[in-house]
């Protein structure tokens, strides 16, 4: 059974090493290669993009891709939409591995949003020295904020217009609570800014938000396309991989 795994996230690397363990199954990782140096899985692994819905049907095709993983951001909404379109143009099945979302705790103070621009307008409101977790896509939409100044997190700097008052700080999680408090103390934070990506990789600034009274402006994610087999857990996604492999002639 031929698997073509999206990738980039911490599930695809274990789901990639899991099922190499496992007979009857060849697995291909695919990459954006949207950051610098990413953290490749094992087996073999390809890296950019294919080119729209068109170039990924002609490429599942022309490498005779029995089955489709998913387990990419869950913010690359892009990739999920060019995957399902082009499985479905096929007939070939498609797995949605996306892990839970974050559930608000007693403490938090929460403010959920449904996009990055109303991130930017209710962070505005709510503060004045902003730190934003949300990586170096989406920071443009931040640019025309004149008054607050912003910390930006990123792994890779940013290539977007920057509001005029900020620092870069280029790092990579995981990230633990006390590192978390300290950059919010010494910097002065006061507002957070973040995707709803859950995981507890980068879990850690919720929970020293909350411990500091800081508010949190959080982005809701982006939808699933309709008809997907979606499942939260690598466990869950290699069971759905072994029952779709019983189906194959």
């Not at 690397?13 to 610098?36: D, K």
């Not at 997190?153 to 870069?168: G, N, S, T, V």
């Not at 919010?184 to 500091?212: E, F, M, P, Q, Y």
Request: glycine residues 12%.
């Amino acid at each position: 059974m031929r698997i073509l795994l999206l990738g980039g996230t911490g599930e695809a690397r274990e789901l990639a090493r899991a099922l190499a363990g496992e007979r009857g199954y060849e697995i291909v990782s695919s990459l954006a290669g949207r950051i610098s140096d990413p953290v490749r899985p094992g087996g073999a692994v390809r890296i950019g993009g294919f080119g729209g819905v068109g170039g990924l049907r002609q490429w599942l095709g022309d490498n005779r891709i029995d089955l489709v993983v998913d387990a990419t951001h869950p913010f690359a909404a892009t990739m999920t939409a060019h995957a399902a379109e082009a499985t479905g143009r096929l007939g070939l099945p498609m797995i949605r591995l996306s892990r839970p979302g974050w559930i608000a705790a007693a403490g938090d103070h929460w403010h959920r949003v449904p996009d990055i621009g109303a991130a930017a307008s209710a962070s505005a409101e709510l503060g004045d020295r902003i730190l934003l977790t949300i990586g170096r896509q989406g920071v443009g939409a931040f640019a025309g904020y004149t008054r607050p100044w912003y910390l930006i997190r990123a792994i890779d700097p940013p290539e977007a217009e920057l509001p005029p008052r900020h620092e870069i700080l280029l790092a990579r999680g995981p990230f633990t609570v006390a590192a978390e408090s300290e950059l919010l103390a010494r910097h002065r934070i006061d507002v957070l800014v973040t995707k709803d990506s859950g995981g507890a990789a980068t879990a850690a600034k919720l929970t020293a938000a909350r411990a500091a009274g800081i508010p949190a402006v959080v982005v809701d994610r982006p939808p699933v396309p309709p008809g997907l087999t979606v499942v939260p857990t690598v466990d869950a996604a290699r069971t759905a991989i072994s029952e779709f492999a019983g189906e194959l002639p």
